[in-house]
């Protein structure tokens, strides 16, 4: 029995690799390719066209999620968390509004909801430990906080702008405020649920 768990056992291995999230996207593609680019009578050349243009479309997601995933370790490295866990210590504010101010700031200052995510779930992370803090919470409270006033340095705001063919100052009035009143709703939702629980 014990031999089919080992590490070096192939089947395990197998698995492994398959299982990674890169192989397994890798794999998806090529059976998409197959099954509904070949089967449906498109060329190979048509197929790398327009693999070649979902590339374009996606670059900027991925290069948003490498960015705020740095910029969090940075501020994880730097010793960021620790200083708010520190600060938590001496304080009776409560840690999901806490949590909730950090990712507001962020998306206010970056512009991106993604980055201001990432980077506040790295640096708060050090309060659960502190505080008890139930961890789900934690999360609903950063998503809340990290969709707040978007304006001009997010590129959502630019995306609904376009799309519906606003003025800057009615995308403001439109998207902010729509963007900001979920956020504080998101706030007020949590708090409750927690009020309840504890």
Not at 156 to 169: D, I, R
């Amino acid at each position: 029995m014990k031999l089919r768990y080992r590490k070096t056992n192939t089947v395990r291995l197998f698995f492994e690799f398959v299982g990674n999230p890169a192989v397994a996207l890798f794999i998806a593609i090529v059976i998409a390719i197959f099954t509904l680019g070949r089967r449906n009578g498109r060329t190979i050349e048509q197929i790398m066209d327009i693999i070649g243009d979902s590339i374009g479309a996606i670059a900027m997601i991925v290069f948003i999620i490498a960015g705020g995933g740095a910029f969090k370790q940075v501020l994880v490295d730097s010793g960021v968390g620790h200083y708010i866990s520190h600060l938590m210590t001496g304080t009776t504010l409560s840690p999901l509004l806490m949590c909730w101010t950090v990712a507001a700031l962020l998306r206010i200052a970056l512009g991106s909801a993604t980055v201001a995510a990432i980077t506040t779930a790295g640096v708060v992370l050090p309060i659960i430990n502190v505080t008890h803090a139930d961890p789900a919470l934690m999360v609903l409270a950063t998503g809340a906080g990290s969709v707040i006033a978007s304006h001009v340095n997010d590129p959502g705001f630019w995306l609904f702008k376009g799309y519906f063919n606003l003025t800057v100052g009615e995308t403001l009035r439109t998207w902010t405020v729509m963007e900001t009143l979920i956020s504080i709703m998101g706030l007020l939702g949590v708090l409750a649920i927690n009020a309840v629980l504890h």
